[in-house]
């Protein structure tokens, strides 16, 4: 099979790399030259699964980066760590799925006068094709990991059939599961408004204009006396979002739209400290959420009332996020990144040796879980 390759996948020739470094240097001039010259996303995130870290550069394959990090499916030539194997199935499914959409198909299951804001009780599907293009999902791609600093992860991707136009593609991640029911309707036991308290939204816009996606994050909190997506500031730093410039590549088994390759602008992945995220809505790093489900989904335009398209399946999930783990200091449990100590009612009313690793932390995680909430300031 010929895999063409791009420029850093020729890294490892020392002719190459020596090219590389008079492009480098090249680039710093012109750099210094021009302020105003645009310089590229593409990073490493050095989360610890893959184990190489994370390439964020809108390539599938692993080691195309400087610095050989990992990625979605190792690299055909090089290997390199990965999260699915070529036939997109994951190393662990508890952390990682793709889900595949038919696309250009009757079959295609889509929304049907559902709104994004919608208590997900209320959403309607039909076996129709998904339209425009644009919106028309093939592949959906999440995986989640820690950093070394025990910050949490989330990375997100999705493709569209059709290149022309802005894409909304979003990820929903809800606390109380969202079932796809086989009578054409959703159903979701969240007490509100359909769905819980800090669920949150990820919305990735990208076009054919440019690299940079455009993410904005939602939650669902309470607004007047209703329950609706609130669109909430980050720290640009917390989010890596970018779309694929050239062509890309896949392996043959895990084709998209049928073929190994995506062209210009078809997919978009981010990376999102959810950690860095979660912050800006739950000041407690003590307190966090469970999600359940994670939904992938495409829509007309960027309002919160925008009509919904596409979808694929709902991803059943288990994630602790934002949760902060336990370690002691001097004999007092704290949260792991050390704002805050646990409540004296926990402490007191607990028997326990500080000095021992193993006393319940299984215990004390689910009874923080339940108290931290009502009883942490
Ligand atoms: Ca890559
Ligand atoms: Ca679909
Ligand atoms: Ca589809």
Excluded at 286 to 314: H, M, R, W, Y
Excluded at 349 to 363: E, R, W
Aim: proline share 5%; glycine share 8%.
């Amino acid at each position: 099979m010929y895999v063409p390759l791009r420029t850093n996948d020729m890294k490892n020739s020392l002719p190459a790399r020596k090219t590389k470094i008079y492009f480098i240097l090249l680039l710093s001039l012109l750099s210094f030259l021009a302020p105003n010259a645009v310089t590229g996303q593409d990073t490493i995130v050095e989360v610890l699964i893959p184990a190489s870290g994370f390439e964020m550069d809108a390539d599938l394959y692993a080691n195309t980066l400087s610095g050989d990090g990992g990625d979605w499916f190792a690299n055909p030539v090089t290997g390199g760590d990965s999260i699915f194997d070529s036939y997109g199935r994951s190393i662990d499914s508890l952390t990682s799925q793709i889900v595949d959409d038919p696309w250009n198909s009757a079959l295609d299951l889509t929304f049907t006068g559902s709104k994004l804001n919608h208590d997900p009780n209320d959403w309607k599907w039909v076996e129709s094709e998904a339209n425009p293009g644009k919106n028309d999902i093939g592949k959906v791609y999440f995986h989640y990991a820690k950093d070394n600093a025990d910050e949490q992860w989330i990375f997100i991707a999705g493709d569209r059939l059709d290149v022309t136009g802005t894409s909304y593609f979003d990820f929903e991640f809800n606390q109380v599961p969202i079932i796809r029911n086989t009578d054409g309707t959703f159903s979701s036991n969240g007490n509100d408004g359909g769905r819980t308290e800090n669920d949150f939204l990820v919305s990735m816009a990208y076009t054919n204009g440019g690299t940079s996606a455009v993410v904005t994050y939602y939650v669902w909190q309470l607004v007047g006396t209703d329950f609706n997506w609130v669109n909430v500031t980050y720290d640009p730093a917390d989010v890596i979002a970018i779309s694929n410039s050239d062509t890309v590549y896949l392996p043959d088994d895990s084709k998209a739209f049928g073929r190994n390759f995506y062209e210009p602008y078809q997919f978009v992945e981010a990376a999102i400290n959810i950690t860095g995220l979660l912050t800006e809505v739950i000041a407690d790093k003590c307190v966090g959420i469970n999600v359940q489900s994670i939904v992938g989904k495409t829509k007309t335009s960027a309002s919160i009332t925008a009509n919904l398209t596409d979808f694929a399946e709902p991803i059943p999930m288990d994630l602790n996020l934002g949760k902060a783990s336990i370690v002691y200091n001097n004999g007092d449990p704290i949260c792991s990144n050390n704002i805050g100590t646990f409540p004296k009612v926990f402490v007191e009313g607990s028997t326990y040796d500080p000095n021992s690793l193993v006393f319940s932390i299984a215990l004390m995680s689910l009874l923080i879980v339940l108290i931290l909430p009502s009883t942490v300031t």
